[in-house]
C-alpha cells in the first residue's frame, strides 16, 4: 500500500502525521535520531531536566498552532509562570519584555528609544531591508550597538547588516515556501497586542518540551501510523515527476505522497539536484550542573550576551522553570554556542564544553571548581538563516520539490523557515489540511 511518508520527526511533520493518521490514512515518519522531537527534545543529565529547542511555550494567542498544543497538553501536568529575559551588557541586566525597566534607562537611550517609537513612518525603505535597520529604527542607535549588533552577529555567524529582517519578524510562509499575505492590525489592536505581551506566560510540561512529541507519537501509533526512529540512510527512487517510494535501511515503502521536514539541502542532495545550499547555523548545547546548597532564584528563562569575548550567545536557567521541583543542592545552566555556518566543521566537543565553564566562571555564576557534570549536544544545520538575498535563494532551493507532483518541504528544516514552536505546528497544520483535502477530491 502506498503510504504517506513523512521524513523528519521534528513537531511539524508529527503534527501533519497526527492529523493524517487520525483521518484513516497510511502514515510513516522516519526519524534519523533515536527519538522524535527535533529541536523540540529533551535531556536530563544530574537529575536536571535539559530543553534542547525553545525552552518555553506561548500558547496564549488565538493561532491554530496555540490551539493544537493547547488540545495536546489539556490534562496534563504543566508548569505556567510570567516570561522575562534579559540581555547583559554595558554592566547591568536590560529586561524583557521591558515593564518598568525603560524607566531605569540611561537617559541617552530614553531618548533615542522615544524618539524611534514616535517617529513619523512614512513608506517602507526598499527591499531587502536589512535587520541592522529594523533593529536600529525600533530601538535607536544606541542600543542598537549596545544590545544587539554583536548579538545577532554571534546568533546568525552574519553581520546584521546582511541578515535580512524577515528573519526577525518570522514571516509566515505557505506550505509552498511562499510569504503568507500580510494582514495589518489597527493601531488598538497594536496596541492591545503589546500590552499583552508585558503579562505573557508561557506554559511548560511538567517533564520537559519532550513531552510533547512523545504525546504526538503515541497519537499517531494509536491511530495505526508509523513511528520509525533511528532511521539510517535513506534514499528517493523517482518515477518521472512523482516520488515512487524512499528507500530506508534496506526497506522500501512506496509514497502516496512525501513531506519533506529534515533540511531543504538534504533532500535535494537525496534528489540528486544541484542547487546552491540555503546557509544555516550549527548549534551546540552545553548542558553544566554545578553545586549549588541553595540555587538561587533566576528572574529570566535565559540572559542573552552580546560580549564577543564570551562564546555563548544565550544562558539557559532550567531552575527558573522548575524552582521548588528541580533537584536539591545542584543547579543547572545550558549555554547556547553557534559553532559553525554552513557545512564548515564545528571545532571539538570537549574544546566547546571548556569554554562553555570559562564562560561561566566569567559571568560570575559558578567558578570551574563547582562544576559536577557537562555534556554538549551538537545540532548541524539546526537554524536557517537568511541573508539579504534569502527569498531567491529560497526559491531556486524549493524549485526541485515543487516541480514534483506528489512531495512538499515544510517545516523550521524542511521549510528554511526560522520560526517558534506554534509556527512550526501551523506549518504541520496546513501541510495535513492540504493532502486530506486532496484525499477528499480524488479518494484515498
Known amino acids: 500500500m502506498d503510504k504517506h511518508v513523512i521524513v523528519g520527526g521534528g513537531v511539524a511533520g508529527l503534527v501533519c502525521a497526527v492529523r493524517l493518521a487520525e483521518a484513516g490514512l497510511p502514515v510513516v515518519v522516519l526519524e534519523r535520531e533515536p527519538e522524535v522531537g527535533g529541536l523540540l527534545r529533551s535531556f536530563t543529565l544530574d537529575d536536571v531536566v535539559f530543553d534542547l529547542g525553545p525552552h518555553v511555550l506561548f500558547l496564549e494567542h488565538d493561532g491554530p498552532g496555540e490551539a493544537f498544543l493547547r488540545e495536546t497538553l489539556a490534562g496534563q501536568p504543566v508548569i505556567r509562570h510570567p516570561f522575562a529575559f534579559a540581555i547583559a551588557a554595558g ?77 526577525l519578524a518570522r514571516v509566515d510562509r505557505t506550505i509552498d515556501n511562499e510569504k503568507e499575505p500580510f494582514v495589518r492590525r489597527g493601531k488598538a489592536a497594536a496596541v492591545l497586542g503589546a500590552l499583552s505581551r508585558l503579562r505573557q506566560r508561557y506554559t511548560y510540561p511538567a517533564g520537559g518540551l519532550g513531552d510533547v512529541p512523545a504525546l504526538l507519537a503515541t497519537r499517531i501509533r494509536r491511530a495505526g501510523g508509523e513511528v520509525v526512529t533511528g532511521a539510517g540512510a535513506l534514499s528517493l527512487v523517482r518515477d518521472g515527476e512523482r516520488v515512487a517510494a524512499v528507500v530506508a535501511d534496506d526497506r522500501e515503502i512506496a509514497v502516496r505522497h512525501l513531506v519533506w521536514t529534515a533540511p531543504l539541502n538534504a533532500l535535494n542532495t537525496a534528489l540528486g539536484v544541484q542547487t546552491p545550499p540555503l546557509p544555516t547555523v550549527t548549534m551546540r548545547l552545553v548542558m553544566l550542573t554545578y553545586d549549588s546548597p541553595a540555587p538561587p532564584l533566576r528572574p529570566f528563562v535565559y540572559t542573552y550576551h552580546p560580549d564577543p569575548a564570551l562564546t555563548a550567545n544565550r544562558v539557559y536557567y532550567p531552575g527558573s522553570i522548575f524552582r521548588e521541583r528541580g533537584p536539591a543542592g545542584r543547579e543547572g545552566l545550558c549555554l547556547e554556542i553557534n559553532v559553525a555556518a554552513g557545512d564548515a566543521a564545528p571545532p571539538g566537543e570537549e574544546e566547546t564544553i571548556a569554554a562553555a565553564i570559562a564562560d561561566v566562571a566569567r559571568l560570575g555564576l559558578y567558578p570551574a571548581s563547582a562544576l559536577r557534570r557537562a555534556k554538549a549536544v551538537t545540532l548541524p544545520a539546526a537554524m536557517p538563516v537568511y541573508p539579504l538575498n534569502y527569498e531567491a535563494r529560497l526559491a531556486a532551493a524549493a524549485a526541485p520539490v515543487r516541480g514534483l507532483a506528489n512531495a512538499h518541504a515544510v517545516g523550521r528544516q524542511g521549510g528554511f523557515y526560522f520560526c517558534l514552536t506554534p509556527a512550526a505546528v501551523t506549518q504541520g497544520l496546513k501541510m495535513a489540511a492540504h493532502l486530506l483535502g486532496e484525499t477528499a477530491t480524488h479518494g484515498a
Open 91 to 167: 554592566g547591568r541586566y536590560w529586561k524583557f519584555p521591558n515593564h518598568f525597566d525603560f524607566l531605569r534607562y540611561p537617559l541617552r537611550y530614553k531618548i533615542e528609544a522615544l524618539r524611534a517609537a514616535t517617529k513619523r513612518r512614512g513608506a517602507p525603505p526598499p527591499e531587502p531591508i536589512p535587520a541592522s535597520l529594523e533593529l536600529a529604527e525600533k530601538s535607536g542607535p544606541g542600543l542598537y550597538a549596545l544590545l544587539f549588533r554583536d548579538l545577532f552577529a554571534k546568533k546568525a555567524l552574519m553581520p546584521p547588516q546582511e541578515l535580512h529582517h524577515h528573519w
